[in-house]
């Protein structure tokens, strides 16, 4: 067995299905629901580097004993959201003898890691008899969602909305074409028809109304910027996070907080349950099939490491 592995983007874009990274994130999530896992303190860490770009630097760690993993993600971004250029990397260290085990290239890596817990959260929190389900944004994350939506949900409906009607078209006919049920229309219209919506855009103003928050219905805010509004959170019957470190400094309630609609103490109180705590066994997601919930999910590092391990294991 090698002693340190280094894997590049070529390697590991090709090394996991969309359901193997599904059942490693939610045995990631079941261990951390039960304590299994240590994130670090703080969530995230921030550099900003060359202004010009911006070049800008990002950090989280967290270790698992169950299944010996311990490291760090680091994410380098040239440009606003790395539209220039955009390196993930995880270092993985033994948790045991602190000796490095790996550099494993992420960048694909990390978009199956969100698109997998995405499609985690809808189906613990989305109403058993759901049938249809939205995906709102259509870029690099979301067309991993869409290609590995029916190897979770094979007998349901997918959606595809996005600001843009003729970028979600595209996704969606390119899904179609591998004999995938997948529709396209506008956000609004989407929302009236799913009974579940993952939103994984970059948009920095809210891409949906409080209106369209139905009872019965499930919203996964997944972006790292303003993608729903506040009157959700005071609307929701239950409220579901997978970190509310991390959520608080990025995404939906980070700018909910930064914009004085409410504090970090009040969204704190307002968790009915953690995701982990959910795929656990330890709460519940939804008490009723009325139950409007919202979810916020930015990801936890420990799932990317545990990703980056699994691709490591394959090749030694």
Known sequence: MKDFVFLDETQTAKLLTM???????????????LEQANLSEPAAMFLDADPSQPTKFKVKGGSLSSLNVSGFRIVGDVGPDGIIAEHHYCLLLDPVTAKPRGLIAQTELHRIRTAACGL????????????????????????AFALGFHDIFPDHNLIIASRRLEIA???ANQNSSRGRRTLAMPIHEAATRADGIVTLTTATEPVMTSDMFRPGMTIVGM?????????MLRQADE????????????GSV?????????????????????????????????RSRDSKVLAIVQGLAIA??????????KIQ
């Open 304 to 313: 990317d490491l545990a990703l980056a391990d699994l691709c490591r294991r």
């Open 169 to 171: 078209q595209d996704l």
């Open 19 to 33: 359901k193997e990274a599904v059942d490693v994130c939610d045995a990631v999530l079941k261990a951390q629901g």
């Open 254 to 286: 980070s700018h909910w907080i930064a914009r004085g609609e409410t504090t970090k103490d009040a969204v704190t109180t307002a968790i009915s349950a953690t995701l982990s705590a959910i795929a656990a066994g330890q709460a519940n997601g939804r």
């Open 120 to 143: 985690l959260a809808l189906r613990y929190l989305a109403p058993q008899d759901a049938h249809t389900f939205a995906l709102i944004g259509a870029g690099k994350i979301g067309a």
């Open 239 to 250: 409220f579901v996070v997978d970190d509310i470190g991390f959520a608080s400094v990025l």
């Open 223 to 231: 972006g790292e910027y303003h993608e729903l509004p506040v009157a």
